[in-house]
């Protein structure tokens, strides 16, 4: 069981940019999530994936903002013409569908918009 | 809406000083409590998982317990590698599966 991997694992854009990043999750894992983290504050959820379907989305995330899964597979979170707000740390999570509820975290893709 | 609030926001301990960091937590129904603990840089590391009050779970220097309005995670005699932020996060029942984190508690234990 390798964990959650994620890339980039830093990214330095300008503003009006687009950015993608990436999320593995752990093998089998049906569900994938994505957090946003900003400096002295906990994860802020954004979105859900059940396999390839996208069930929750948060109203934080705005129209720049897009997800998807493939084959419910790896995940993409690409973010538009992106503002210095976006500037935070980016977290992917996956859990089993085996009952269990716990999410496990990948190391996180930091962004820094100038 | 769901909320967690952690207190308190950081903690500085002699190592060997126990103490108790507090999670409390309004939800429309719980489904569980979570505790991770997050090094600087890093992604948060799952610890517990509480499901109903009452509940306790152990890991090592670590304890978590479960009431209907607040969670508690005891650290016995720390040592300076449990230095890190701790969060709590609770998951409603329902179809959401989102975990709402509160904003940490920063623990420092120095030597």
């Known amino acids: 069981d390798t964990g959650v991997s994620q890339n980039p694992r830093h990214k330095i854009t300008k503003r009006g940019q687009n950015v993608t990043f990436r999320c593995d999750p752990i093998s089998e894992h049906n569900r994938l999530y994505w957090y946003r983290q900003t400096l002295g504050q906990g994860p802020e959820f954004l979105t859900y994936f059940q396999n390839e379907a996208q069930l929750e989305k948060s109203r934080l995330l705005s129209d720049r903002f897009s997800a998807e899964r493939p084959k419910g597979s790896f995940s993409t979170l690409e973010i538009q013409r992106t503002e210095q707000g976006d500037s935070a740390m980016y977290l992917c999570?996956?859990?089993?569908?085996?009952?269990?509820?716990?999410?496990?975290f990948g190391p996180g893709t930091r962004l820094t918009v100038t | 809406e769901d909320q967690v609030t952690q207190s308190p926001e950081a903690l500085r301990l002699q190592e060997g000083e126990s103490s108790s960091l507090n999670c409390s937590y309004t939800v429309s129904g719980l489904r569980g409590l979570f505790w991770y603990r997050q090094d600087p840089g890093k992604g948060p590391e799952f610890l517990f998982t509480?499901?109903?009050a009452g509940e306790e779970k152990e890991k090592e220097r670590l304890k978590a317990t479960l009431t209907k309005k607040e969670s508690f995670l005891h650290i016995t005699a720390p040592k300076p590698e449990d230095s890190a932020t701790y969060l709590c996060?609770?998951?409603?029942?329902?179809?959401?599966?989102?975990?709402?984190f509160g904003q940490g508690t920063r623990l420092t234990i120095n030597p």
């Open positions: 509480l499901y109903s």
């Open positions: 999570a996956s859990s089993s569908r085996d009952g269990s509820y716990e999410q496990y």
């Open positions: 996060a609770v998951q409603a029942v329902g179809g959401a599966q989102k975990l709402v």
